[in-house]
């Protein structure tokens, strides 16, 4: 069993910046694949950006150029580095851990972009 939990989450002005933190549990961190995902009222959870066990990044073409997915495996935790906001980068965003087995979520955490 992992467990994840989001933290960094907030209320933040359009073109601001916010960095979002993973906390996993376990001792094979470093062998996760490590995702984060939004979700608003009404539509499907969407992938933002996952990290291989070592270095090899995915994004979604939204985030782009603005967010930046990293990884300390020292302190079993990742991150979601959030500039240039935008109103439609409001949602609630989900950690996520991929193993061979297994996949796991934390209970996410709420961005909310206004002015």
């Known amino acids: 069993q992992v467990q994840l939990v989001e933290s960094g989450g907030g209320l933040v002005q359009p073109g601001g910046s916010l960095r979002l933190s993973c906390a996993a549990s376990?001792?094979?961190?470093?062998?996760?694949?490590m995702g984060w995902y939004r979700q608003v009222p009404g539509k499907q959870r969407e992938l933002v950006a996952i990290i291989a066990s070592g270095t090899i990044t995915t994004y979604s073409d939204s985030v782009k150029g603005r967010f930046t997915i990293s990884r300390d495996n020292a302190k079993n935790t990742a991150y979601l580095q959030m500039n240039s906001l935008k109103p439609e980068d409001s949602a609630v965003y989900y950690c996520n851990a991929a193993l061979p087995t297994a996949i796991y979520w934390g209970q996410g955490t709420q961005v909310t972009v206004s002015s």
């Open positions: 376990g001792s094979s961190f470093s062998i996760y694949t």
